[in-house]
T-cell receptor, first 113, second 111 residues
Framework: DTGVSQNPRHKITKRGQNVTFRCDPISEHNRLYWYRQTLGQGPEFLTYFQNEAQLEKSRLLSDRFSAERPKGSFSTLEIQRTEQGDSAMYLC???????????FGPGTRLLVL | QKEVEQNSGPLSVPEGAIASLNCTYSDRGSQSFFWYRQYSGKSPELIMFIYSNGDKEDGRFTAQLNKASQYVSLLIRDSQPSDSATYLCAADNNAGNMLTFGGGTRLMVKP
């Protein structure tokens, strides 16, 4: 499968714990995006990387959230001191530079108890 | 706040009918518009995109764009029960580096 992959697919954690999610984009795609989606809503943009550079961050991305893409390939999204309001589906998407079409991975569903 | 608005539905159509899904957007700087289909518990799957005024057809799907009215629509011909899903409309920003999504319209196609 050469699509976007995300791990883990599901994560249950207790409030206050840290969690980290991984995204592997489509291999030739240099742009990578993170979105968050809660039940009944559309995805909300969190952040965007072009290669290893983080070029855009939403105000939704509080200081408890950090994202990296160290070698311009896979990316990680870390949430520190999780809160119940962080429960959502975290979606990663990728695109090829110059093309605006974004392809989504299967998502990581986070439940904070 | 730049927004994309969709009627949440559900929109119910009989099998074989045409389903019409609508979307409006507020950012006049948006250049490209996307329709994604999302089955319950799954991630969004791209159906098609459009960036020129007018119609764009792909199989049973036709996207329509009217930039003057800031309006995008998706027509699904010969609707099938397997088309039952939530349809998300998205618009890019002026820099083309993020998408703003509507809340989605739930479509139900009844056999």
């Amino acid at each position: 499968d050469t699509g976007v992959s995300q791990n883990p697919r599901h994560k249950i954690t207790k409030r206050g714990q840290n969690v980290t999610f991984r995204c592997d984009p489509i291999s030739e795609h240099n742009r990578l995006y993170w979105y968050r989606q809660t039940l009944g809503q559309g995805p909300e943009f969190l952040t965007y990387f072009q290669n290893e550079a983080q070029l855009e961050k939403s105000r939704l991305l509080s200081d408890r959230f950090s994202a990296e893409r160290p070698k311009g390939s896979f990316s990680t999204l870390e949430i520190q001191r999780t809160e119940q309001g962080d429960s959502a589906m975290y979606l990663c998407a990728s695109s090829l530079g110059g093309m605006k079409t974004q392809y989504f991975g299967p998502g990581t569903r986070l439940l904070v108890l | 706040q730049k927004e994309v608005e969709q009627n949440s539905g559900p929109l119910s159509v009989p099998e074989g009918a045409i389903a019409s899904l609508n979307c409006t957007y507020s950012d006049r700087g948006s250049q490209s518009f996307f329709w994604y289909r999302q089955y319950s518990g799954k991630s969004p799957e791209l159906i098609m995109f459009i960036y020129s005024n007018g119609d764009k057809e792909d199989g049973r799907f036709t996207a329509q764009l009217n930039k003057a009215s800031q309006y995008v629509s998706l027509l699904i011909r010969d609707s099938q029960p397997s088309d039952s899903a939530t349809y998300l409309c998205a618009a890019d920003n002026n820099a083309g580096n993020m998408l703003t999504f509507g809340g989605g319209t739930r479509l139900m196609v009844k056999p």
